[in-house]
């Protein structure tokens, strides 16, 4: 059984306090990786510091001085792993503190810890075969995706979107049991285009097989 991401919420380190000064700030990012840490004041979550900032700031003031430059995101512990993880990625951060609905702080999550529970959901864990699948965008249905595998006896473990433009999305699906050659048969049938490549693929055999028949046709 996975655990819940909230039990991923890490106190190792105190959070910076705004009286603290920005000499203080510089010797605490020199003794770890974090790219932010957060700041509170009076047990009141301020915001996030940044260590590339806390670089260029004059060692003699407080973060009090510098309230300015924190910046606010945080994840509540109500969220799912995909919602922090989204945390992460737009604040191009390695840390993110963790609020209540109370807006209280109760921790940080780590991006390496993510990755862990990440690696714990079954589409990692569970085997399986990876397809990359690319259609139109204003054709996309997850729907009939779903549909697709189900109707060829397979299961599908997990599906996020990879990529995707103003015209195209592409799709990854991590799929256990089934037929995968009637798999990828299928989604060519509804027009999706095939991006990973695969050996149970007839299609790409059938391709190979005609090139080498060709290619000694062309040496006679």
Do not use: C
């Not at 909230?6 to 603290?20: E, G, H, P, Q, V």
């Not at 390695?94 to 714990?120: A, D, R």
């Not at 079954?122 to 189900?150: A, C, H």
């Amino acid at each position: 059984m996975i655990a819940s991401i909230s039990n991923f919420i890490s106190n190792d380190y105190k959070t910076l306090k705004a009286s603290d000064t920005v000499l203080e700030v510089q010797e605490f990012f020199e003794e770890v990786t974090f790219s932010h840490f957060p700041v509170l004041d009076s047990g009141i979550y301020l915001g996030s510091l940044a260590k590339e900032d806390a670089e260029n700031f004059d060692t003699d003031k407080t973060l009090l001085e510098y309230r300015y430059t924190l910046e606010g995101f945080f994840a509540r512990n109500t969220m799912n792993w995909l919602d922090v993880l989204e945390v992460f990625a737009r604040n191009n951060t390695n840390t993110v503190p963790v609020l209540n609905q109370e807006n209280e702080y109760l921790g940080y999550y780590e991006l390496e810890s993510i990755f862990k529970f990440f690696n714990e959901t079954p589409f990692l864990k569970e085997q399986g075969t990876v397809v990359i699948i690319k259609k139109p965008i204003i054709d996309y249905s997850l729907s009939q995706i779903v549909q697709i595998v189900e109707s060829n006896n397979a299961k599908l473990l997990g599906v996020f979107v990879s990529d995707t433009d103003v015209d195209s999305i592409q799709i990854t699906l991590k799929i256990s049991l089934g037929e995968m050659n009637a798999i990828i048969q299928t989604f060519r049938r509804y027009n999706y285009e095939i991006i990973s490549e695969h050996d149970e693929d007839n299609y790409l055999i059938n391709l190979k097989e005609r090139s080498d028949y060709l290619t000694k046709y062309l040496n006679l």
